[in-house]
């Protein structure tokens, strides 16, 4: 394993880096805390690690100070919590001054070594460094950082490109300051293809067929490494029956019993349980995001079923199977993941009367009540979103209602709902 170490080091002190496209995460080191990034693979956290290492040696930084292993490298095949010690020996092999020295070392898919969590405490706890490690299960990683780390770490999702880093990547320059009807027309246009291509970052520049063909690899990648393989699972094709089941059905009800019965009629050997974990091992991947009840019932809140939405509306084109896309569920679907990002805590909310809110979330003191439509153009959708969110806010003693739509924009008449197109709610949010 020294062997494998020694020159892994040697082609990072040799190693062109790539283009980068800067995000916007916080990668400033905290005194005495691991940065955690955790997300789906594929989703860029490799490439931050790359952004933070690029902005050290731009800082001054020796590159003889900086470390970084990707344990997903074949060479490494193996590597266990007794080989961490090695790491260190050759890191200080060539210059043992170096350990008066700051020093910054970056561990990717940390995951795949058994109790990682020990070797990155001592190297806190003993070495004069900063450690930066990624990682693609929500479960793992946050299990192994409670326990092992201890308050030593800070945690950071990480997910596809925002709308405004896609435009950056597209190099669609535009003047935001002031829009006018011609960057609105453009701002519309664009917005409308990342609701479609999505965020992931290495299909933005590949043609459609291509760029399905990478996303479902991808899936295929997180369900083999981050299901099958870490979760021991051996009904595979009830895993994929499900898998198959939420992304060709985004931003719908998952419920486990009616899916259940599905599979028995279909002759799939599968229990509830086993149903009730997959979808757990799929959201630990970050594949999926469960949206529970809004409602201060913990009860009512296990009991009902959860709307499931998917990382990426990449991976929601990859597996479509209309000929024309459902536009409302890729709309909704990619408002879930903006809020997300965001870091809000969501559910959807059922009014007394039955209506469904997409969203709520709260802002201060205020509940945020949230309509996602592609097109208030037809009246009979434009009355049921409007009728629920009014219904709504007379259950909550102090909200706000917005609506997402693909382009329109325009405020009820008694100024008490906002509808938004999407760039603006992308680029802003639901400020005012």
């Not at 001054?97 to 003993?126: A, G, M």
């Not at 009830?238 to 998952?254: D, E, G, N, S």
Request: aromatic share 12%; proline share 3%; hydrophobic share 35%.
């Amino acid at each position: 394993m020294k062997e494998a170490l020694e020159r892994l080091y040697g082609d990072f002190l040799e190693r062109e880096w790539p283009q980068l496209y800067g995000r916007g995460y916080d990668l400033s080191p905290v005194p005495g805390k691991a940065l955690a990034l955790i997300g789906m693979r594929r989703v860029g956290k490799t490439y931050l690690c790359y952004q933070r290492i690029q902005e050290l040696l731009g800082e001054g930084v020796p590159r003889e100070n900086i470390l970084y292993l990707n344990f997903e490298d074949d060479r490494l095949f193996g590597f266990e919590l007794a080989d961490c010690q090695t790491i260190l020996d050759v890191f200080y092999r060539e210059s043992p001054e170096k350990k008066s020295e700051p020093c910054y070392l970056f561990f990717d898919e940390i995951q795949n070594i058994p109790h990682w969590e020990r070797f990155i405490r001592r190297l806190i706890d003993t070495e004069l460094v900063t450690v930066y490690v990624t990682g693609s299960s929500a479960k793992l990683l946050s299990a192994e950082i409670a326990t092992g780390l201890r308050g030593r770490s800070l945690d950071q999702e990480v997910f596809p490109f925002t709308f405004e880093e896609y435009l950056r990547a597209q190099s669609v320059s535009l003047n935001l300051s002031r829009v006018g009807e011609k960057t609105r027309l453009k701002l519309n246009q664009q917005a409308e293809r990342y609701c479609r291509q999505g965020g992931l970052p290495e299909l933005l520049k590949l043609s459609p067929t291509r760029s399905k063909d990478v996303a479902q690899s991808y899936v295929d990648a997180v369900v083999l490494r981050d299901v099958i393989e870490r979760h021991g699972v051996s009904n595979i094709e009830a895993l994929r029956a499900l898998l198959y089941h939420v992304l060709r059905h985004p931003a719908t009800k998952l419920s486990v019993h009616k899916l259940y019965m599905d599979f028995k009629s279909r002759g799939l050997r599968i229990g509830k349980d086993d149903l009730y974990n997959f979808v757990r091992y799929l959201s630990d991947a970050y594949l999926f995001f469960p949206l529970p009840l809004w409602t201060r019932s913990e009860k009512k809140r296990q009991v009902n079923p959860k709307k499931m939405y998917v990382i990426d509306n990449g991976i929601l084109d990859a597996y479509s199977t209309q000929i024309t896309a459902d536009n409302g569920a890729f709309l909704e679907n990619l408002v879930y993941i903006t809020l997300r990002r965001q870091g809000h805590t969501l559910g959807y909310y059922e009014t007394a009367k039955g209506h469904e809110i997409d969203f709520v979330y709260k802002e201060a003191e205020t509940t945020v009540l949230m309509q996602v439509a592609w097109t208030l153009q037809d009246e009979a959708t434009r009355q049921r979103e409007i009728r629920a969110l009014e219904e709504a806010a007379k259950e909550f003693s102090n909200s706000r209602s917005i609506i997402v739509t693909l382009d329109e924009e325009w405020t009820s008449e008694d100024e008490t709902i906002r509808v938004l197109p999407l760039w603006k709610f992308l680029l802003y949010g639901n400020s005012r």
